[in-house]
């Protein structure tokens, strides 16, 4: 389950990457008829640290923090209908050197996110649409608070793959609501290591998934809100709001990401992110709060191709 369903969505986008070129096309019945492609995609690299001396008396301790973003888009346009795919990697480690701890690294940002969609027109302001979405991690996460360090989490540990069909309201080219009547989704917890942690040796679920299985699947409806606008020439600004729940509706769970992004220059810029996760089967063993934040600043490099 986990190999195919990741390589299917890893050559979905291959190819709207390597296609994802604009044909000479006449007049704008040709593009209708045959369609275009439009492409944006980011890299970012961030880097930055703190040294002291080991007489320094006001504290603090010697660190690296590394980050980087990969964002690909690439919509192909023909007729009422248009294909989205959209992957977005996001990573982040902090890096500790002290006398106690020669070295000691955590990641600070986590986050695996695509989606392909397909859409067509009713009107102006509205569509159908079918689509599928996955989002997950990639790579460890530990419990800090135990010296044993059990794992967390893992690479599809979890991974919600949810599909669904329904409608989609877009006032705006920067902005559209979604809601998907007919929706399925599949909570894959698939890494043994995360199964046989000491973390979760009292717990009969994890992440939701009962124990001896790992895959949970679920009906519900599916809501999604986004925007993704150049606020000034150097400003640009993109969130995304999902929520899904089953059809007896007992309970909601939210996923939020937001950027913002100013360019000081050609390849140099600022960001700031927000993660949040509302999820009850989340909350783990020891009875955490459902609502998870993570949120940052980095001044880095950037290209845009």
């Known amino acids: 389950m986990k190999k195919s369903t990741l390589l ?8 709207s990457v390597s296609y994802a070129q604009k044909p000479q096309l006449l007049n704008k019945e040709d593009s209708l008829k045959y369609g275009w492609w439009t492409r944006n995609t980011q890299l970012a690299a961030n880097l930055s640290g703190s040294a002291f ?10 660190n690296i923090v590394l980050g980087g973003v990969f ?4 919509d192909f346009f023909k007729g009422k209908g248009v294909w989205t795919n959209d992957i977005q990697l996001q990573l982040g480690t902090l890096s500790n050197y002290s006398k106690d701890k020669p070295r000691e690294t955590r990641k600070n940002l986590d986050r695996l996110f695509a ?3 397909y859409a067509k027109k009713i009107n102006t302001k509205t569509n159908w649409f079918v689509g599928a979405t996955l989002l997950s991690q990639m790579i460890k996460g530990y419990d800090y608070s135990n010296d044993k360090l059990p794992i967390i989490s893992n690479f599809f540990a979890p991974a919600f793959f949810t599909q669904g069909i329904g409608l989609e309201y877009k ?6 609501i979604s809601l998907g009547g007919a929706t399925l989704r599949q909570t894959i917890v698939a890494n043994q290591k995360v199964w046989d942690s000491e973390y979760y040796k009292t717990s009969d679920k994890v992440f939701g998934v009962e124990k001896g299985k790992k895959l949970r699947l679920e009906g519900g409806f599916q809501a999604v809100a986004a925007f993704d606008k150049n606020l000034t020439e150097k400003l640009n600004l993109k969130w995304r709001w999902q929520t899904f729940t089953p059809y007896t509706f007992k309970a909601f769970d939210h996923n939020v990401s937001a950027m913002a992004t100013y360019k000081l220059n050609k390849y140099i810029n600022l960001n700031a ?12 063993p020891k009875g955490l709060k459902p609502w998870q934040i993570n949120g940052g600043a980095n001044l880095g490099f950037a290209v845009q191709l």
């Open 8 to 15: 299917g969505l890893l050559l979905i986008f291959s190819l």
């Open 53 to 62: 001396s080991q007489n320094w008396q006001g504290g603090g301790i010697n």
């Open 71 to 74: 964002a690909n888009k690439a």
């Open 115 to 117: 989606e392909t969609k």
């Open 171 to 176: 006032p705006k080219p920067y902005f559209f």
């Open 273 to 284: 992110t927000v993660l949040g996760i509302y999820d009850w089967d989340q909350t783990g």
